[in-house]
């Protein structure tokens, strides 16, 4: 028994380094499930995942994985940005944020309009993060692409203490209110697998039109 033990020893080395070795490719890049996946939109639309879905579902619900340098300066990373903002931007689909969860990349990625600058226009944030939340919070209407159909009422903070990374991996911190406010916090539930349904102030509704938080 010694022996064999002893054979087989430097094979169950080989693979641990080799395991090793593949989570750290993943921990450094996007592994190749998301790759496929990236390469496979081509920059256009992504299918958005929903709740309809029970598989979706609980995609949706996972804790999304930071980006890393490595990452972010990637063909990969710039590809998926345009495929976000191509799905997010959908005129028969419109919204005004979206997460990567969405489209399948359980990363900390998010793409939000931002409604407070002149133009109002989409930005994409690497691992954000809310540092600090007001006292003064306000009641209003939330729907999600993720959540077809229905929308329904959040309490949501008035402002927030932002940190996260520009497309260059540069580290910035701001402070956002109002309505971009209210987004940021939708999106970046959506890297901690929660979602608007989840902070409901009574029963969702069937919209005629609601602002689409994806």
């Known amino acids: 028994m010694q022996p064999m033990m002893l054979r087989s020893f430097p094979r169950i080395l080989v693979c641990v380094m080799v395991a090793t070795a593949a989570a750290g ?3 450094q890049g996007f592994d190749a499930p998301e790759r496929r996946l990236i390469a496979e939109s081509r920059g ?6 929903t709740i309809a879905d029970r598989s979706d579902s609980l995609f949706l619900r996972r804790s999304a994985t930071p980006l890393t340098a490595e990452a972010v300066h990637s063909r990969e990373f710039a590809q998926l940005c345009r495929s976000m903002l191509a ?8 919204g005004v944020g979206i997460a990567a969860p969405q489209v399948g990349i359980s ?3 998010v793409a939000v309009q931002r409604f407070d ?3 109002e226009p989409f930005e994409v944030y690497v691992n954000p993060e809310i540092v600090r939340m007001s006292d003064s919070v306000a009641l209003g209407p939330e729907g999600c ?3 077809p159909d229905l929308y329904g009422r ?3 903070a008035q402002e927030i203490g932002l940190s996260y990374r520009d497309t260059a991996f540069v580290e910035r911190t701001e402070t956002v209110r109002g309505y971009t406010a209210v987004i940021f916090q939708h999106e970046i539930d959506h890297l901690d697998g929660v979602l608007y349904i989840d902070r409901l102030v009574g029963a969702p509704l069937r919209p005629h039109a609601a602002p689409q938080e994806k």
């Open 25 to 27: 490719c993943a921990r």
């Open 44 to 49: 256009g639309m992504m299918r958005v995942l």
């Open 87 to 94: 799905t997010v931007r959908n005129p028969e689909n419109e």
């Open 107 to 109: 990363r900390r990625l």
């Open 117 to 119: 600058k002149p133009g």
């Open 145 to 147: 692409l993720s959540v």
């Open 154 to 156: 959040v309490e949501r």
